[in-house]
């Protein structure tokens, strides 16, 4: 079965202290161990927050994976 939902996991798995992110997904570790039980709902709340995060991570020159295709315009 096919998640509703698909991961935004890069496969570059490396967290920031400061923040709690991964510098490839900037997801929090409990959204990353929770994304396959999570609801659609919860799912989509959390995607919902990472061009934000993305941006964050970036200024504060950490991002280590590419912005997907017209990820920022869904901020």
């Known amino acids: 079965m096919t998640p509703a939902v698909a991961s935004p996991c890069t ?17 929090g570790l409990d959204e990353i161990a929770g994304w396959g039980g999570a609801p ?24 280590l994976a590419p912005v997907p295709p017209g990820g920022e315009a869904r901020a």
């Open 40 to 63: 659609e709902a919860r799912q989509r709340q959390i995607l919902a927050q990472l061009p934000g995060r993305r941006a964050e991570l970036r200024r504060r020159g950490l991002w």
């Open 11 to 27: 496969r570059v798995c490396r967290m920031d202290a400061a923040s709690g992110w991964c510098r490839g997904c900037a997801r």
